[in-house]
């Protein structure tokens, strides 16, 4: 990879530890509303907006079966909804509910819960520059997204 250095490798996985670290810590102590892994694919089906079942797995990095078995149990649970895709007759998309929307507000919530008592306890400066990294994370993934668009 021309121009990048050690140094950036190092602070590359330095920076994706400690973002793993941190969301298994908030995971953990979080009073979820559902269990992390769906919670985790209500978040992606928000993401896509709506989506097939194939794009979600692969996204998820899972195999078609076990996606659609997660996805049943979210439909069962009136959180997702599948509809015919009007572009394949073969397939469906998925998306979310009202239901399935709140529940993702209020797992991330709960999570906030945990993270905001250590947020509380940073000084404006540091708070300050959270709230730059936040910035700048959310600038790295578009400008991810659209490199591997263009790949």
Not at 10 to 17: A, E, K, P, Q, Y
Not at 113 to 123: H, K, S, T
């Amino acid at each position: 990879m021309e121009g990048v250095t050690r140094s950036d490798d190092d602070l590359g996985i330095r920076f994706l530890s400690a973002v793993a670290r941190l969301n298994r810590w908030v995971n953990k102590h979080a009073d979820l509303p559902v269990p992390h892994a769906q919670a985790r694919l209500l978040s992606l089906v928000e993401e896509f907006g709506t989506a097939r079942i194939g794009e979600l797995a692969a996204a998820d990095h899972c195999s078609q079966p076990t996606m659609t078995t997660q996805v049943q149990r979210l439909e069962a649970a009136g959180l997702l909804r599948r509809t015919a895709d009007d572009t394949d007759a073969r397939a469906s998309l998925v998306a979310l509910t009202p239901a399935g929307a709140a529940a993702l507000e209020d797992a991330r919530r709960a999570r906030a819960a945990v993270f905001g008592p250590v947020l509380d306890e940073l000084d404006p400066a540091d708070r300050e520059a959270m709230s730059r990294m936040v910035a700048l994370t959310d600038d790295l993934l578009r400008r991810g997204r659209e490199a591997r668009e263009t790949d």
